[in-house]
């Protein structure tokens, strides 16, 4: 099918295009707000134990007080304990997690050498409220030997993420790119609010976890739809601006934190800043790639009827000169019989149709490490930068500022010089900045900072060009399915992420060392894949299975037979 037609005689970036581009990239922002809203949700203030007694006294070292709120700010862990006295007489050194009753003291001095009863501290605490005034670790005490379930969050999130990229990229392949957008966004407003209603741990994660699910699906599905509703002289461009969507919902939550510290208002806020999108996306068409794949042509008509007189167009686009020569008189006669569909629209695909030859399972390995070192080599260099001290609120709106520039660049390479030569480049960039970061000397502090930022510029570009890459090199029945197994592919790598930053502790460069090198290995073989620039988007397995081998059947039709079959060996 020719339905990239559509875009040449009707627009490919046009009004029409335009409003619904900008009204699906809207709810974008909504997903990274709640796959970062985590940030300031969990976070842990300074604490320390308390006793139910009434204290009068406070030491910490040469400090004295009254109150144990005023020494929190510059309590340190490993600093020592705080000692107090209560109004009883009693003196205890109070830590983290247990108190030490002194026994038979004789003054009341910071140090002591005498006898201690410790016990671990059982529920009481005192957090630094200076900062974070309520987070759910204040509100349930996840702290301590409950430590763990706060950490607990951010992976079961990123599970619901994993799971939602599947689930949903293969539900919208059947149901319809429009009717999974719809239930997803909405979902993803009742969700966010009800997590700040239940004051509950448990229930929360579970509503997290479904929220994250949502979340992950809106994502795949948007990138699909905005792809198959935008030309090739613009695909680029509408694509990569997705992430800047997302990144913008970064730097929301960046400031929504800075301005709430109380959680369940901060988590409300952040589920109502792209609510109006709820009011018109029942609105939305479904795409003319998806129609014209289930074989609705009485439906597309009317689509490029609404887009011409939208666009401002005079010509009537025909869904019969979209249609193949040899199957023509079949589908016109579809156009007056709706209740017959062809049969390749009932057969039901599968992940293993990425698969399905020797061919296509070489470009899936190789576009599913693409998204695996895009999200580990991200999510490695983005929590190695927590060592620039600074405001921590600064910070992540920088983390998500930095996202722009790279996006705008290899939006400019990706229609220059083409997918494959931005992609590959920029991972073999990330792998020498990994390297170089090896050797540079402690001493150049600026020098490691600057190699850093650099990879995760390099990732970044590489990592926002393989959503539409993933569209390009897939046809329309399993677009979906394919960028869905994509996300999962790089959720697997947000979670593996967190254990490569840990082997830090091994050797302090060796999260480095693994990001490169297989930055390094990956970026080779991207080299292998087919180049889409201006090549429209493929229907069936068999013409996505056919790209690279263009210019082979180009020599063939000229009589080099047998340099066109030498050719058919490699890659565009």
């Known amino acids: 099918m020719s339905v990239e037609r559509i875009f040449d005689e009707l627009g490919h970036f046009k009004r029409f295009q335009a409003c619904l581009y900008f009204g699906a990239v809207f709810q974008s922002i909504a997903c990274g707000i709640h796959y970062l809203a985590s940030v300031f949700l969990v976070e842990t203030p300074n604490f320390v134990c308390s006793i139910p007694n009434n204290i009068t006294d406070v030491l910490y070292g040469n400090l004295t007080g009254s109150s144990l709120e005023d020494f929190l700010p510059v309590f340190q862990p490993h600093g020592g304990p705080l000692v107090v006295k209560t109004l009883g007489g009693e003196q205890w050194e109070l830590s983290r997690c247990h108190c030490a009753l002194r026994i038979n003291p004789t003054g009341f001095s910071y140090e002591f050498d005498g006898n201690k009863s410790v016990t671990a501290c059982t529920g009481n605490f005192v957090y630094d409220h200076s900062e974070i005034y309520q987070s759910i670790v204040t509100d349930w005490d996840l702290v301590c030997d409950k430590q763990w379930l706060a950490k607990l969050c951010q992976p079961t999130f990123m599970l619901g993420v994993l799971i939602g990229a599947v689930v949903f990229g293969d539900l919208a392949d059947r149901a319809g790119r429009v009717r999974i957008m719809m239930f997803t966004s909405l979902s993803q407003f009742v969700l966010g609010v009800s997590v700040a209603l239940f004051g509950n741990y448990y229930v929360f994660v579970v509503l997290r976890f479904f929220l994250a699910m949502v979340s992950s699906g809106y994502l795949v599905v948007v990138f699909v739809y905005v792809t198959e509703f935008t030309g090739i002289k613009v695909r680029t461009w509408t694509s990569m601006h997705v992430h800047a969507a997302f990144a913008v919902g970064i730097m929301v939550v960046a400031l929504t934190g800075y301005l709430v510290r109380v959680w369940w208002i901060y988590q409300i806020i952040l589920s109502v800043c792209t609510s109006p999108f709820l009011l018109f996306c029942w609105k939305f068409p479904e795409t003319p790639f998806y129609l014209m794949a289930k074989g609705r042509y009485k439906e597309t008509q009317a689509l490029l009827d609404t887009m011409a007189r939208v666009n401002g167009l005079q010509y009537n686009l025909k869904?019969?000169?979209?249609?193949?020569?040899?199957?023509?008189?079949?589908?016109?006669?579809?156009?007056?019989?709706?209740?017959?569909?062809?049969?390749h629209s009932e057969k039901k695909l599968s992940i293993l149709d990425l698969f399905g030859s020797w061919r296509m399972a070489g470009r899936t390995c190789t576009v599913l490490a693409i998204w695996?070192?895009?999200?580990?080599?991200?999510y490695v260099f983005s929590l190695g930068s927590v060592s620039l001290g600074g405001n921590k609120y600064i910070n992540l709106f920088l983390v998500g500022l930095v996202e722009l520039p790279s996006y705008l660049i290899g939006c400019f390479a990706m229609d220059r010089i083409g997918r494959k030569k931005t992609c590959a480049p920029a991972l073999l960039l990330a792998a020498v900045a990994c390297m170089l970061i090896i050797v540079v000397p402690n001493d150049i502090q600026a020098l490691a900072i600057a190699l850093s930022m650099t990879g995760k510029f390099a990732v970044a570009i590489a990592f926002g060009l393989i959503y539409l890459y993933t569209c390009e090199l897939y046809p329309t029945i399993i677009r979906s399915l394919a960028v869905g197994t994509g996300s999962m592919m790089c959720r697997v790598g947000s979670v593996v992420a967190p254990f490569c930053v840990y082997l830090a502790d091994v050797w302090i460069y060796l999260p480095q060392l693994i990001v490169g090198i297989l930055a390094f290995i990956i970026g080779v073989l991207t080299l292998l894949l087919p180049e889409t620039l201006g090549k429209p988007l493929t229907?069936?397995?068999?013409?996505?299975?056919?790209?690279?081998?263009?210019?082979?059947?180009?020599k063939s039709a000229k009589g080099s037979g047998d340099a066109g079959n030498e050719f058919e060996l490699n890659q565009d």
């Not at 869904?319 to 569909?341: H, I, M, W």
């Not at 013409?543 to 690279?548: H, I, K, R, S, T």
Request: proline share 4%.
């Open 319 to 343: 869904v019969e000169e979209l249609l193949e020569t040899e199957k023509s008189q079949t589908d016109r006669a579809l156009l007056e019989d709706p209740g017959e569909r062809p049969s």
């Open 372 to 378: 695996f070192i895009g999200s580990l080599g991200y």
């Open 539 to 554: 229907n069936t397995l068999e013409e996505a299975e056919a790209l690279g081998n263009s210019a082979s059947k180009k």
